[in-house]
C-alpha cells in the first residue's frame, strides 16, 4: 500500500530526510558525548577489570576546580584576557584590510591571494609553536631599531609600542577568514547607494560611518562569533592544551570532562553577551547588490 | 573700458585659475593616495609572506650561516642538504600518503555530505526547523576538549582506532571537522540560488533527489571550492584529532610526524650542547633550526600547491558562495 499524503507533509518529509544524516549525526557523534562527559564529570571513574565503575559525587570535580586546582584559573585568566584583547584587534585589523582589498587597483587579485595565505599556512600546531619560538617577530622591530628611535622617544612610550606591534603579528595571521567574510559583505553592498549619497553631498568619512558600518554589522557579528569561538578552540589555546595534559597523563577522563564543561559554560555565556549586543543592529538588510 | 565689464573677465579669470589649481590639486592627491596605498599593500602584504621567506631563507642555510651574525637573509652559499635530512626525518612519502587519505578524503565527503544537508535546511520549512538550525549553530560552538573522551571511548568500543574511521564517518554525517560551518556556508550558498530551475525540474517530473543532484549540486560549485580547501588545509594541519585516533606509526600524517621530528631536534640539540666544549661553542650554536624549517616547508608544500592553484577561483568564489551570511 503506498502512502498517501498531502503536499505539505510530503514537503515536511522531504525536508526531513535531507535533514536526518546530520540529526542522527548530532546524536551519535555531538548529544549522546555531551551527555556521557556530563555524567563522568559528575562521578567518580575508577578503572577496574570490569572496565569503568563510577560512583556519583555531585559537583566536588567542579568546586576543585576553583578551589584546590593552582594550574587551572590563572589559565583561565589568560585565555580569556588575550581573547577580550585580541578579538577587538582582529575586527579592526580585518576590516581595515577588507576596506584597503575591495577598493578597485592594479594588483588587487594579488594581494588577496597574498592576504588569504596565512589560513593556509598559519593554522598548523607545528607552525604555530615554531612562529612562536621567534618568527613572529618582525626583523624590523629589532634592538637596532628599538636603539635608533630610543633617541627621540623616551622608554615609556617606545615600549609599548614595541610590544603592540610584537602582538599585532600573530593577529594579523590569525585574521585570513575575517578579510574573507568582510570582502565578501562589502562586495553585497550596492553601489547606487554610494551614489545617492554622493548626490547628497557626503564625504567619503560620512559614507563609511553611515552606509558601509551599518550595512556589514552582520558581517561583524558573524566576524565576532568566530573569532571568540576560534580563539577558544584554537590549537595552541593552554586551557585546551591543559585538559588534554590531565587526560593523557594523568589519565582523570572525569575531571577533565569537568573542566571541559567549565569551559564550555564560559564560553557560551561570552557568546550569549555578544549576541545580546548586536541583538539592535542586524536590521540592515535592504539595498543589497 | 566699462567697468562691469573688466569685472566680468576678472571674474573669469579667477574662475579658470581655481579651477586649473583645483585640478591639479586633486591629482596630486591622488597620486600621493595610490602611492600610499600601495605602500601600506606592500608593507602588510611583506608581514603576511614573512613566515614563508623565513623559513625559505633559513632551510637554505647551512649551521655556519644560521649562528653568523652577519648572514641575514641570504645565506653565504645555497645549501639543499636540509631539505633531504628534513624529507628523511619525516619520513615524507608515508605522511604524505597518509595526510592525502586523511585530508582529501574528509574534504570530498564533507562537501558532498554538508552539501546535501544544507540544501535540506536551506529549501525546506518544516516543523523543529528552528530547534535544529539553534542546534547547528550550538554544535559550532562546542569546544572538541568537552566531548573527546566518550567519543574515543566510543571509538575505541567499535575498534576504530588507527583506521581512518574516525575521520570519514562524522564526516558522512555533516560532522567531523568544522562540520557544522560547512553546512551553514552551504546553506547560505542555497539560500541566494533561484527557485526557478527546480520547480522547472520538479514539473518535468523530476523527484527532490534526483533535482538535487543533477541541478543544485552542480551549481553549488563556488561553495564547493571554499569547503573543499577550508576542510582539506584545516585536516592536514589538524594534529589534535590524528593524535588521538592515529597511535601507530605507521598511519602517522605529515603533521604529527613533523611534531615529533621537532620534539626530537631539540632533545637532540639538548644533548650537543652539553657535549659541546666551550671552544666550540663560540663558532656553531648547536641547533638543528634549518632543518626544521626546511621539514615545515616540505611537510606543507602540498597545500601551498593546491592554494597557487586554486587561489584565483577560490578569491572569487568566496565572493559569490555569500560565505557572509547576511
Not at chain 1, 123 to 129: A, F, H, Y
Not at chain 1, 193 to 211: H, M, N, P, S
Not at chain 2, 300 to 310: A, E, H, M, N
Request: aromatic share 16%.
Amino acid at each position: 500500500m503506498k502512502l498517501r499524503l498531502s503536499s505539505r507533509w510530503r514537503h515536511f518529509m522531504e525536508g526531513y530526510l535531507f535533514v536526518s544524516p546530520w540529526v542522527i549525526g548530532f546524536l551519535l557523534f555531538m548529544a549522546i558525548p555531551l551527555g556521557q562527559s556530563l555524567y563522568y564529570s559528575l562521578n567518580e571513574l575508577k578503572l577496574s577489570r570490569e572496565g569503568l565503575i563510577a560512583t556519583y559525587i555531585g559537583w566536588r570535580h567542579y568546586s576543585d576546580a576553583f578551589t584546590t586546582d593552582i594550574a587551572f584559573l590563572p589559565l583561565l585568566k589568560q585565555t580569556i584576557t588575550s581573547m577580550l584583547v585580541q578579538v577587538p584587534l582582529i575586527m579592526i585589523f580585518s576590516l581595515i584590510s577588507a576596506l584597503l582589498l575591495h577598493r578597485p587597483s592594479r594588483g588587487r587579485m594579488i594581494f588577496r591571494g597574498i592576504f588569504f595565505m596565512p589560513v593556509i599556512i598559519a593554522s598548523g600546531v607545528i607552525l604555530k609553536k615554531l612562529l612562536d619560538q621567534g618568527v613572529a617577530k618582525l626583523p624590523l622591530f629589532t634592538e637596532s631599531l628599538y636603539d635608533q628611535l630610543n633617541l627621540f622617544i623616551p622608554d615609556s612610550i617606545l615600549v609599548p609600542v614595541f610590544l603592540f606591534s610584537d602582538k599585532l603579528t600573530p593577529v594579523m595571521w590569525d585574521s585570513g577568514v575575517q578579510i574573507l567574510i568582510f570582502l565578501a559583505g562589502l562586495l553585497t553592498i550596492s553601489a547606487s547607494l554610494y551614489e545617492a549619497a554622493r548626490c547628497d553631498g557626503a564625504t567619503r568619512w560620512e559614507c563609511f560611518w553611515k552606509i558601509t558600518f551599518p550595512m556589514i554589522m552582520p558581517m561583524i557579528f558573524v566576524n565576532t562569533l568566530f573569532s571568540i569561538v576560534n580563539s577558544f578552540t584554537k590549537a595552541d589555546n593552554q586551557v585546551m592544551g591543559y585538559i588534554q595534559t590531565v587526560v593523557n597523563s594523568q589519565n582523570k577522563y572525569d575531571y577533565a570532562a569537568a573542566l571541559g564543561w567549565i569551559y564550555f559554560i564560559i564560553i557560551f555565556i561570552v557568546l550569549t553577551f555578544v549576541f545580546l549586543i548586536f541583538r539592535k543592529s542586524m536590521t540592515a538588510v535592504e539595498g543589497r547588490a | 573700458m566699462s567697468v562691469p565689464q573688466l569685472s566680468f573677465i576678472r571674474k573669469l579669470a579667477n574662475r579658470t585659475k581655481t579651477k586649473h589649481n583645483r585640478v591639479a590639486l586633486k591629482s596630486i592627491r591622488f597620486i600621493l593616495g595610490t602611492v600610499f596605498y600601495y605602500l601600506i599593500m606592500l608593507s602588510l602584504s611583506f608581514v603576511f609572506l614573512y613566515p614563508l621567506i623565513y623559513m625559505f631563507s633559513t632551510s637554505m642555510m647551512r649551521l655556519q650561516d644560521v649562528s653568523d651574525a652577519t648572514v641575514v637573509w641570504i645565506p653565504k652559499k645555497m645549501d639543499f642538504s636540509n631539505y633531504v635530512e628534513g624529507y628523511k626525518a619525516i619520513q615524507f612519502w608515508k605522511g604524505f600518503t597518509n595526510s592525502m587519505i586523511n585530508s582529501f578524503g574528509s574534504a570530498i565527503i564533507q562537501v558532498v555530505s554538508c552539501s546535501f544537508i544544507g540544501y535540506g535546511f536551506a529549501r525546506y520549512r518544516f516543523p523543529g526547523y528552528v530547534v535544529l538550525t539553534a542546534l547547528l549553530v550550538f554544535t559550532f560552538l562546542v569546544p572538541p576538549q568537552t566531548i573527546v573522551v566518550p567519543l574515543f571511548m566510543l571509538f575505541s568500543d567499535l575498534g576504530w582506532i588507527n583506521t581512518h574511521y574516525p575521520f570519514i564517518v562524522p564526516a558522512a554525517f555533516g560532522h567531523g571537522l568544522r562540520g557544522a560551518l560547512f553546512v551553514l556556508i552551504f546553506i547560505q550558498f542555497y539560500r541566494r540560488l533561484p527557485h526557478v530551475f527546480e520547480e522547472a525540474a520538479r514539473i518535468d517530473g523530476a523527484g527532490p533527489f534526483r533535482t538535487y543532484w543533477q541541478i543544485m549540486f552542480p551549481l553549488a560549485k563556488p561553495a564547493m571550492l571554499v569547503v573543499f580547501l577550508f576542510s582539506a588545509v584545516w585536516h592536514w594541519n589538524d594534529t589534535f584529532e590524528p593524535n588521538l585516533y592515529l597511535l601507530v606509526p605507521e598511519y602517522f600524517n605529515l603533521s604529527q610526524l613533523m611534531a615529533i621530528f621537532n620534539g626530537n631536534a631539540s632533545a637532540n640539540v639538548m644533548q650537543m650542547s652539553q657535549q659541546i666544549s666551550s671552544a666550540d661553542a663560540i663558532g656553531l650554536a648547536p641547533t638543528l633550526i634549518n632543518q626544521i624549517m626546511a621539514a615545515v616547508l616540505l611537510s606543507i608544500l602540498p597545500i601551498v600547491i593546491l592554494y597557487l592553484f586554486t587561489q584565483k577561483y577560490f578569491t572569487e568564489s568566496v565572493e559569490r558562495s555569500g560565505i557572509a551570511g547576511e
